[in-house]
C-alpha cells in the first residue's frame, strides 16, 4: 500500500508561484508519478507527469513553460514548480503514482492508468 501526502497549496495572486510537494509511503515500486487537478464543476484533467527515473516527461499544453515536474527519489518525493500562475489554475491538485510502465508513454493523462491517490491541496489563484 502507497500512500501519497501532497503539501504546498495555497492562495497566490495572478503572477505569483507555488511549489507543491507529494511525499510518498509505503513499500510499492513506483514508476512514474503525475499531478492532475480538478477545478469546480470540471473533470480531472492531467497536468504533468515524471518518470521514475526522471527521463520522460510530460506536460499539459496549458503548463508548458510555466510548471516544472521534478522527483528526488531518496526522498520519494515528487515536485511541481509553479510559476506565472493564471486564475484558470485554480484547482484541487491530486499527486498519483503508477507502479507499471507498461503503456503509460500512451496513456499518462489518463485517470484510470494510475494506482494510488493523495487527498489533494488547494490551489487558488486571485485575479
Known amino acids: 500500500q502507497v500512500q501519497l501526502l501532497e503539501s504546498g497549496g495555497g492562495l497566490v495572486q495572478v503572477g505569483g508561484s507555488l511549489r507543491l510537494s507529494c511525499a510518498a509511503s509505503?513499500?510499492?515500486?513506483?514508476?512514474?508519478m503525475g499531478w492532475f487537478r480538478q477545478a469546480p464543476g470540471k473533470e480531472r484533467e492531467f497536468v504533468a507527469g515524471?518518470?521514475?527515473?526522471?527521463?520522460?516527461?510530460y506536460y499539459a499544453d496549458s503548463v508548458k513553460g510555466r510548471f516544472t515536474i521534478s522527483r528526488d527519489n531518496a526522498k520519494d518525493t515528487a515536485y511541481l514548480q509553479m510559476n506565472s500562475l493564471k486564475p484558470e489554475d485554480t484547482a484541487v491538485y491530486y499527486c498519483?503514482?503508477?507502479?507499471?510502465?507498461?503503456?503509460?508513454?500512451?496513456?499518462?493523462?489518463?485517470?484510470?492508468?494510475?494506482?494510488?491517490w493523495g487527498q489533494g491541496t488547494q490551489v487558488t489563484v486571485s485575479s
Open positions: 515524471i518518470s521514475w527515473d526522471g527521463t520522460t516527461i
Open positions: 509505503g513499500r510499492t515500486f513506483t514508476y512514474a
Open positions: 498519483t503514482n503508477v507502479r507499471s510502465g507498461v503503456d503509460w508513454g500512451r496513456n499518462y493523462a489518463t485517470p484510470d492508468k494510475y494506482d494510488y
